[in-house]
């Protein structure tokens, strides 16, 4: 079965610090490039990073630039996203996503995603 399955959410205090993990199972991640999305209710659906398969290129909103860093470990199949200095505002259902690695980084959020998974809460409050 192909599928990408994201872990690590949860409820933090701002300025804290997160690790989001998106594994694959039933392909392989290099031949893709991953995005991360999130959807705060209410809200419309942001794109917040990508990376490519060599992990190389990489691109962030404006909104997580100098806070938030994603990566890749090929051999274990599973991207990362490291989030610091946690605001209320980054309060969101996140999601990671693949599509082909032609398609590249330069744009955040698309709708043609190859597949996607079913996100990971993650709450930042005091």
């Known amino acids: 079965q192909l599928q990408l399955v994201e872990s690590g959410g949860g409820l933090v205090q701002p300025g804290g610090s997160l690790r989001l993990s998106c594994a694959a199972s039933g392909f392989t991640l290099n031949d893709y490039a991953i995005f991360w999305f999130r959807q705060a209710p209410g809200k419309e659906r942001e794109g917040v990073s990508c990376i490519t398969g060599s992990g190389y290129s990489t691109n962030y909103a404006d909104s997580v630039k100098g806070r938030f860093t994603i990566s890749r470990d090929n051999a274990k199949n599973t991207v990362y996203l490291q989030m610091n200095s946690l605001k209320p505002e980054d309060t969101a259902v996140y999601y990671c996503?693949?599509?082909?690695?032609?398609?590249?980084?330069?744009?955040?959020?698309?709708?043609?995603?190859?597949?996607w998974g079913q996100g990971t809460q993650v709450t930042v409050s005091s």
């Open positions: 996503a693949a599509v082909q690695l032609w398609k590249g980084c330069a744009v955040l959020l698309r709708t043609d995603y190859d597949y």
